[in-house]
């Protein structure tokens, strides 16, 4: 089992910035790729971002592409969402997702809500 804690989220004016982290416990860090997902009340859960398990490879949904940065610390076994530039329609319950490497084990945190007004 994989335990996933989010912080960081709050209240930010657009145009500002916000840094998320997910700490995970549980089982190694390093067997898992990591996400963060989104979701809006009555809406489908949208994927954000994805670091692979030893960090060399990224990916980004477009609408955040040139704005949000995913990184993992294997030492603090955490990974962090940096959102800079933020828009309104960024507010959303934003959560952090743990995908093994081999087999299909997925877990997920509570979510972390970010409100941005413009």
């Known amino acids: 089992q994989v335990q996933l804690v989010e912080s960081g989220g709050g209240l930010v004016q657009a145009g500002g910035s916000l840094r998320l982290s997910c700490a995970a416990s549980?089982?190694?860090?390093?067997?898992?790729?990591m996400g963060w997902f989104r979701q809006a009340p009555g809406k489908e859960r949208e994927f954000v971002a994805r670091?692979?398990?030893?960090?060399?490879?990224?990916y980004y949904a477009d609408s955040v592409k040139g704005r949000f940065t995913i990184s993992r610390d294997t030492a603090k076994n955490t990974v962090y969402l940096q959102m800079n530039s933020l828009k309104p329609e960024d507010t959303d319950v934003y959560y952090c997702?743990?995908?093994?490497?081999?087999?299909?084990?997925?877990?997920w945190g509570q979510g972390t809500q970010v409100t941005v007004s413009s």
């Open positions: 670091i692979n398990w030893s960090g060399g490879s990224t």
């Open positions: 549980g089982r190694t860090f390093s067997r898992y790729n």
């Open positions: 997702n743990a995908h093994s490497r081999i087999g299909s084990e997925d877990y």
